[in-house]
T-cell receptor
Framework: NAGVTQTPKFQVLKTGQSMTLQCAQD?????MYWYRQDPGMGLRLIYY???????DKGEVPNGYNVSRLNKREFSLRLESAAPSQTSVYFC???????????FGPGTRLLVL | QQPVQSPQAVILREGEDAVINCSSS?????VHWYRQKHGEAPVFLMI?????EQKGHEKISASFNEKKQQSSLYLTASQLSYSGTYFC???????????FGTGTRLTIIP
């Protein structure tokens, strides 16, 4: 039982490059989330998926797209990376929105 | 709008007590508390649902005052392992997402 896994752990991009962050959970959770964490800003929600087949914007969705591929997997895509997207990205999952969220280990992204 | 946490940072000696507060401008349905150690993912501590109940165990507990839209986390007789940044996440009724505060950094020194 791995919980929530994220790949890659670290990534360096040049401005304008694209990449996809992968997230998978093995807890049969319905809801999945993508957050970014910047110093002094706490966790800010980028996108979430309340159930398979649905996605909704969070607080800071600009510059990102998501795909809920199936119940287990929820990916985050940066189409054209910008230095402002340098951050630590966390994926999380829960049974529903009011239940405990379990976080993955994070992806540290640096955009030059 | 993010909930407001106070204090932003606190330093305690081992064995001392701490209170961390979380206030929201919205009517709350739930408050979640997480602890994050440096370089790691946030780890769940507890959830409080509308009803004003106090939850927790002997050393770490929390209360939820829905009228004041506030929650407080109580750490009693703090241990070195309590060091980290504490976040509250607030949820509103019918909403599938949480809004997290900016965190309270707790440092416990021997």
């Amino acid at each position: 039982n791995a919980g929530v896994t994220q790949t890659p752990k670290f990534q360096v991009l040049k401005t304008g490059q694209s990449m996809t962050l992968q997230c998978a959970q093995d807890m049969n959770h319905n809801s999945m989330y993508w957050y970014r964490q910047d110093p002094g800003m706490g966790l800010r929600l980028i996108y979430y998926s309340a159930s398979e087949g649905t996605t909704d914007k969070g607080e800071v969705p600009n510059g990102y797209n998501v795909s809920r591929l199936n119940k287990r997997e929820f990916s985050l895509r940066l189409e054209s990376a910008a230095p402002s997207q340098t951050s630590v990205y966390f994926c999380a999952s829960s049974w529903t929105g009011v239940e405990t969220q379990y976080f993955g280990p994070g992806t540290r992204l640096l955009v030059l | 709008q993010q909930p407001v946490q106070s204090p932003q940072a606190v330093i305690l000696r081992e064995g001392e007590d701490a209170v961390i507060n979380c206030s929201s401008s919205k009517a709350l349905y739930s408050v979640h508390w997480y602890r994050q150690k440096h370089g790691e993912a946030p780890v769940f501590l507890m959830i409080l649902l509308k009803g004003g109940e106090q939850k927790g165990h002997e050393k770490i507990s929390a209360s939820f005052n829905e009228k004041k839209q506030q929650s407080s986390l109580y750490l009693t007789a703090s241990q070195l392992s309590y060091s980290g940044t504490y976040f509250c996440g607030t949820g509103t009724f019918g909403n599938e997402k949480l809004t997290f505060g900016t965190g309270t950094r707790l440092t416990i020194i021997p």
